[in-house]
């Protein structure tokens, strides 16, 4: 996650290695790269962050069946932004 700490009018961005952020002012472009570290308008920009490290989640599923039994699913989830 990236970290923004505000100075008044103006802000400084720190993000890790493993995230890609892009900055745009006024609907354009201006800076994209992972691990950026930059100063911004906060008024004027526009920030994406995108995690690109392997991100896992676990799922937990709990229900019942047709016959009134109890059935649990449990699993992990894992993707990979490229």
Known sequence: M???RSFGFIAQLRSEASSHVIRYRN???MQSGRGLV???V???ASIAEL???DREM???VKGRSQDF???AV???IGWHVV
């Open 38 to 40: 930059f100063w911004f």
């Open 69 to 71: 039994q109890t059935v």
């Open 51 to 53: 995690p690109m490290d």
């Open 58 to 60: 676990t799922l937990f």
């Open 27 to 29: 609907g354009r472009e």
């Open 42 to 44: 906060p008024e004027t």
């Open 74 to 76: 449990q699993g992990t």
């Open 2 to 4: 990236a970290t923004i």
